[in-house]
């Protein structure tokens, strides 16, 4: 989402007639986009913005904005806190970002973070020179209205909001007519597109997905991300009935103890969390499944984290990222005693991490000898003929060919090697 976000925001600044630099030292103006889900984002934002006080004191026309969920929670703290900083912008206000910066060139400081009822996303049309040639993000809801009470996605993205389908056809068309031949649909919780929509204009997303597929020479599609508690049946027969849609599910379960969930808010339970990952096997039995885990929540106790393990053991996923629990103010789990030592938070991810990564390498190897579509993203930086692609599950391939490829050409390979975080393959008979 913040990647989406930086470039609209360069895409805005570039029609003032400001140009992207390579380095910071030549920089007339800077944006920090920040992320504020953990506390350790957070605090990497502050040191970072604390270290252009430097050049600042060499260049006071410099101008300093920050984006992103830091800003918005922060916001008037913040210029309190780091007074050289000029802009403080949040998530709903970029679109305003030219305005912020001609105020800025004035000498007048700007705080952008008050967030409005009736928001709406404006339509855009990015810029086809800006991001990779073949693969390109497109926002379709902003916000989150879950409130799982570790999350401060709801505090500082606000409530959900999503975009108009014609809006979000539009960019899709645009992109794909400018060569672009993946798209990942963005939002903190896709399967809530349209909820928010005035009565009657109602389109769900799987009926959204399916118009989006539709779009004539988009070759991949792809969305992220989704609360289990929401994935319909609908959603799952996509995956039955559009070829272009990637094998690939990113399923967040956090925890795999019921009690656990509970007290996050998440409203499912292991068993019907299994039952939905039983249902996409079933509409896509190879699709590949990816995860993300909170270790050491308040009251996570030793049994809740053995629960955890034995899902993992249960579900197989090809990856899962996984994180300490860390208190994120005024998310309601601040209020809840930390009963989790650091040390032990520390020990159970460790424990967590060694076994997916035995499973990842597992799943991996059990491509040998399948031929896949690979859909290249270029010369991996070995050079030599090594090429470098993405499966429909969204994995790293790895091979050896004398062709030369454009990013987004799709090529047949077979896979050789199952490795931890990629795969290696060779071409297939007839492509060599
Ligand atoms: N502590 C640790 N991890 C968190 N996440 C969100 N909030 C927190 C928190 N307070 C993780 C969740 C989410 C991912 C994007 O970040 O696993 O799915
Ligand atoms: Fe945060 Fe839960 Fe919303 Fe995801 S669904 S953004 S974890 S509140």
Known sequence: MNERDSEIMLQLLEQQGYLLCADLDSADAVIVNTCSIRGKAEQKAYSFIGSLRRLKKKKPHLI?????????QEGA?????????????????IYQLPDFFRQAADATAVIATSQHKDF????????IGHGLPHKRFVTIMQGCNNYCTYCIVPYTRGREVSRRPEDILAEVRHLVDGGVREITLL????????????????TSF???????????????????????KDLSPALMACFQDLDNLCHHFHLPVQSGSNAVLKKMNRKYTVESYMDKVRGLRRACADISLTTDIIVGFPGETEADFLATMDLLEEVRYDSAFSFKYSSRPPAASCNLAETVSEEEKAQRLALFQKRQNEISLERHQEYVGTTLPVMIEGESKTGQGQWSGRSSHNLIVNFHSPRTYRPGELENVTITEGCLHSLRAELSQGDK
Not at 64 to 72: D, E, L, N, R, T
Not at 83 to 88: A, E, G, L, M, T
Not at 187 to 202: I, K, L, R, T, W
Request: proline fraction near 12%; charged fraction near 15%.
């Open 64 to 72: 300093i904005a920050v984006a992103g969920c830091v800003a918005q």
């Open 206 to 228: 799987p009926e959204l997905l399916r118009q989006v597929a539709a779009v004539p020479g988009l070759v991949r599609l792809r969305f992220t991300t989704s609360n289990p």
């Open 120 to 127: 709406t996303i404006p339509p855009f049309l990015p810029d």
């Open 77 to 93: 703290k913040m210029k309190a806190r780091m007074p050289h900083v000029d802009i403080i912008v949040g998530p709903q206000a």
């Open 187 to 202: 939002g903190q919780n896709v399967n809530s597109y349209g909820n928010d929509h005035p009565a009657g204009g109602q």
